[in-house]
């Protein structure tokens, strides 16, 4: 089970000053029913939750496995954004990686060494994955399963040192009988703010419903169980 935590999107959208409302609200309820399930999860950040977020972040890590989630919100040292700026397709390659290191510089200033990565909108661009490669970075999970064929595979294990972990479902798509199939990567996005109900990003009920349910069929486990590194900490910081 895997979380993206981020800015209120539904309520700020990428243009406005970030709120974290939504996150405040709902992340601590979440891993409270996650304790209660001992189900380990991987939650990735975007760098201004890391930035804004400290206390939420220390008690995500106490217990789960973070990564970076590198959006491209609206962000006014670089020239390249447009209407559609929440893109990273807006931007040059020389921009895209000066501000790939920069999000990667924010995680292991309060995070340590980068271990586990998911690229804003699953949109994998190849400039940014090369430098995530280069960073060391072990683990990537920034494809829709849907998007990720033949070509896509060989190209992976062509190009990068880090083992590709697709996204299969979203929570909103997500049936109970998906969780009794092995290696589902589901993604969450629980951002929303109280109020507001937008299923296609966050569906509180359906998420505490689906993880009463893969508790008693699965073993809900971090993304990190894919990497070969059993001695190391399941936080991915050393
Ligand atoms: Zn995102």
Redesign the pocket.
Known sequence: MTF?I?RD?VKTGHFRRPSFEGIRSNVPRILDKMHENHIIGTF?L?PEVIANCEDLVAEIKRRHAVGL?S?AYYQPEFKGWNADGDSLACYSPDQKTRMILRDIGTYRHCLGKLRLF?I??LEPDQTILKVVSEEGCQCDSSYHATNYGLLERLRVALKYDFKEKPVKYHLYGLEPSHLMRDQAVILV?PLTPPGKSDKEVYDENHLMRMIDISSRYCDPKDLTSCINTPQESPNGYD
């Open positions: 993206d981020e999107y990735f975007t989630h959006h998911r804003g909108r996005h």
